[in-house]
């Protein structure tokens, strides 16, 4: 009776101590908990546990000049963007905005990135930017399907940025290839750089309003910085200085 008896009054002493909330056990020895150890404790490996494997660091840019070097079409091209992934405004973009126009055309317009109409129609200036774009190119009789001159437009960007920002610069580098890519593929005589977005990616500058009716090479071709016309929506009067731009294209189409 007596072990018993010792048995259930300890018992009741250790829920007791719990209820106190004395749960962990500690050593005879006292262990300073401040103290900073002479090495770094070792890691014992397990004998079946497998080694930790080294992650590679992801490239994209790297990725997308290799992707746009072995596209040997404007379909090839495509595809290949439809299959970059490492870029995250593709996650959040509607659809694919490739080009739009006639690729045999003399003029290629690179804008900046499509916005809310281009993402849901997948064509590059289909909103009001787009209705302004198409009016000013047909006043020197030139358009996207202009029998006798046609233009060929696309973007930086092929998917919409959200809330309609700014590409961020790394944005910019890893789709540079494919629009380098693209360029080349479709070899136009002159190239039309609209807003700071395409300059800012093809000429390494920004300042439209000092860049632009200057004409600058590009990729080997003359290219030609103008107003985004989104901006002519925003400020009517630059429109005068568009349309000088659009003379001076005018007369390098015939000049060569």
Not at 147 to 167: K, S, V
Request: negative net charge.
């Amino acid at each position: 009776m007596e072990s018993e008896l010792d048995f259930h009054t300890a018992k009741v002493l250790l829920e007791w101590q719990i209820d106190l909330g004395a749960t962990e056990a500690i050593g005879e020895t006292p262990v300073n908990r401040y103290e900073i150890p002479t090495a770094a404790p070792k890691v014992v490996k397990k004998p079946d546990e497998p080694a930790p494997t080294k992650v590679e660091a992801v490239d994209p840019v790297a990725i997308a000049r290799r992707m746009a070097a072995d596209a040997d079409s404007l379909d090839a091209l495509k595809a290949g963007l439809q299959g970059f992934d490492h870029c995250e405004i593709k996650k959040g973009a509607r659809n694919l905005v490739f080009a739009d126009g006639n690729p045999e055309a003399r003029v290629m317009v690179i804008g900046e990135a499509p916005g809310r109409d281009e993402d849901q129609q997948g064509k590059p200036f289909v909103g009001r930017a787009g209705q302004l774009l198409d009016a000013m190119f047909d006043a020197i009789d030139h358009g996207r399907s202009h029998a006798q001159n046609p233009i060929y437009i696309t973007n930086i960007l092929p998917w919409r940025p959200p809330q309609n920002r700014d590409p961020k610069p790394d944005e910019v580098d890893m789709l540079l290839p494919f629009v380098e890519k693209h360029v080349s593929l479709v070899n136009p005589d002159i190239l039309v750089l609209m807003g700071n977005i395409s300059c800012s990616a093809l000429l390494g500058e920004r300042g439209i309003t000092k860049l632009r009716g200057h004409w600058r090479d590009v990729l080997g071709r003359p290219a030609l910085p103008m107003f985004h016309p989104a901006y002519l929506l925003r400020t009517p009067e630059a429109k005068r200085d568009a349309w000088h731009d659009l003379l001076m294209l005018q007369a390098k189409l015939r000049e060569l």
